[in-house]
């Protein structure tokens, strides 16, 4: 069975530091692999995906990951922080040739102090 | 909007009360799926259906009942509520190739049961 473990309910950072949020999976086969983010009082919006193309990803609102096969990782970093980062992110996996079930990590709240 | 629907956003049960969570889409989706949010868990996949008239069971279906009548709609069903359903609730709709574009999440029911 897959998991999803991120490392960190909460994070604090300072507006302009680096943000890394981490995400660590176990799955016998490279999983299809996503953050999301969900901002207060609402659903979960898709920042960026890995789907077996290349191993760093963009997303949007400066997020980028990099999938990492040797550590089983797919970490989430931005260069600099801004206020409007806070929010909670979640990690997720699905196992390619199993349908369409996600399984997410238990969530990662940021905090960005001014 | 494009997008999936939840109603309703608030709902407060007694215990042993019935409710149903509506969720509908318009994306033509096939795969529709619930979720509950507690904090430090994540999500967690309640059920799912692939399509109209097939439905599947999750990690946690206890409690929970859905159907599948048409491809728009997938409502989730309390037969008998209890306070461990305390939640935020939330549906998500894919396509068939919703690893290549990701999930579609409605904004999420917040349910407590007294």
């Known amino acids: 069975a897959q998991s999803v473990t991120q490392l960190g309910s909460h994070v604090s950072v300072s507006e302009g530091a680096l943000v890394l949020l981490r995400c660590n999976y176990s799955?016998?086969?490279?999983?299809?692999l996503f953050w999301y983010v969900q901002y207060p009082n609402q659903g979960l919006q898709l920042l960026l995906k890995y789907t077996s193309a290349a191993t760093l990803v963009k997303g949007i609102n400066g997020f980028e990951a990099e999938f990492k096969k040797s550590e089983t990782s797919f970490h989430l970093t931005k260069p600099s922080a801004h206020m409007s980062d806070a929010a909670e992110y979640f990690c997720?996996?699905?196992?390619?040739?199993?349908?369409?079930?996600?399984?997410f990590g238990g969530g990662t709240r940021l905090m960005v102090k001014p | 909007n494009a997008g999936v629907t939840q109603t309703p956003k608030f709902q407060v049960l007694k215990t042993g009360q019935s409710m149903t969570l509506q969720c509908a889409q318009d994306?033509?989706?096939?795969?529709m799926s619930w979720y509950r949010q507690d904090p430090g868990m994540g999500l967690r996949l309640i059920h799912y259906s692939v399509g109209a008239g097939i439905t599947d069971q999750g990690e946690v279906p206890n409690g929970y009942n859905v159907s599948r009548s048409t491809t728009e709609d997938f409502p989730l069903r309390l037969l008998s509520a209890a306070p461990s359903q305390t939640s935020v609730y939330f549906c998500?709709?894919?396509?068939?190739?919703?690893?290549?574009?990701?999930?579609?999440f409605g904004s999420g029911t917040r349910l407590t049961v007294v």
């Open positions: 799955s016998s086969v490279p999983p299809y």
């Open positions: 997720a996996v699905k196992q390619p040739y199993a349908g369409n079930m996600l399984t």
């Open positions: 998500a709709s894919s396509s068939p190739g919703g690893a290549v574009y990701g999930y579609t």
């Open positions: 994306m033509n989706h096939e795969y």
